[in-house]
T-cell receptor, first 112, second 110 residues
Framework: KAGVTQTPRYLIKTRGQQVTLSCSPISGHRSVSWYQQTPGQGLQFLFEYFSETQRNKGNFPGRFSGRQFSNSRSEMNVSTLELGDSALYLC???????????FGQGTRLTVV | SQQGEEDPQALSIQEGENATMNCSYK?????LQWYRQNSGRGLVHLILIRSNEREKHSGRLRVTLDTSKKSSSLLITASRAADTASYFC??????????FGAGTRLFVKA
């Protein structure tokens, strides 16, 4: 069974640009969660999707958004990038919701 | 911050020694989990303990949970160099949201 796949693995963007990250969950998993990981703030919850519906979101500005498609694949978008958005963005999937989540390898975003 | 506190922040031990990491939290939980992360990669689920359980074992891992003290500990016995990683506790309080601690960086010297 294939694991959680995140694309791209690495990304360099310029301040002010926008970026879209993709996450393909494990087959059959319908819950997808996104996290931002930085050295200073650790792992911060961004949002969780289930059956194309956002069920919870963390304390991030509106520049951070996401969606989930009918095949459970999910994307997150960050608009008007800031230097502080540089981070490892992790996606996790689970059957319904947790408690065990399976993580992808992450997308390393660098904003310059 | 909603994050729990983990200590120590970093731990360096010799191969064969035991490693103990602690996690404290502030709100009630449904369950608590421990994850491992190798050098900026994805997290790997290690073990889950439910709020009505006090101790769980999985191979060389032993997790305890004290809900009265709002704390948990992860013990890795007979550590190996391959155990070098960051370890995170994560708690689920309901509401489709999991809160991660700041993590403990473990370094096992061969």
């Amino acid at each position: 069974k294939a694991g959680v796949t995140q694309t791209p693995r690495y990304l360099i963007k310029t301040r002010g640009q926008q970026v879209t990250l993709s996450c393909s969950p494990i087959s059959g998993h319908r819950s997808v969660s996104w996290y931002q990981q930085t050295p200073g703030q650790g792992l911060q919850f961004l949002f969780e999707y289930f059956s194309e519906t956002q069920r919870n979101k963390g304390n991030f500005p509106g520049r951070f958004s996401g969606r989930q498609f009918s095949n459970s694949r999910s994307e997150m978008n960050v608009s008007t990038l800031e230097l502080g958005d540089s981070a490892l963005y992790l996606c996790a999937s689970s059957l319904e919701y947790g408690p065990e989540a399976f993580f992808g390898q992450g997308t390393r975003l660098t904003v310059v | 911050s909603q994050q729990g506190e983990e200590d120590p922040q970093a731990l360096s031990i010799q191969e064969g020694e035991n490693a103990t990491m602690n996690c404290s939290y502030k709100t009630s939980i449904n369950n608590l989990q421990w994850y491992r992360q190798n050098s900026g990669r994805g997290l790997v689920h290690l073990i889950l303990i439910r709020s009505n359980e006090r101790e769980k074992h999985s191979g060389r891992l032993r997790v305890t949970l004290d809900t009265s003290k709002k704390s948990s500990s992860l013990l890795i016995t007979a550590s190996r160099a391959a155990d070098t990683a960051s370890y995170f506790c994560a708690r689920n309080t309901g509401g489709f949201k999991t809160i991660f601690g700041a993590g403990t960086r473990l370094f096992v010297k061969a």
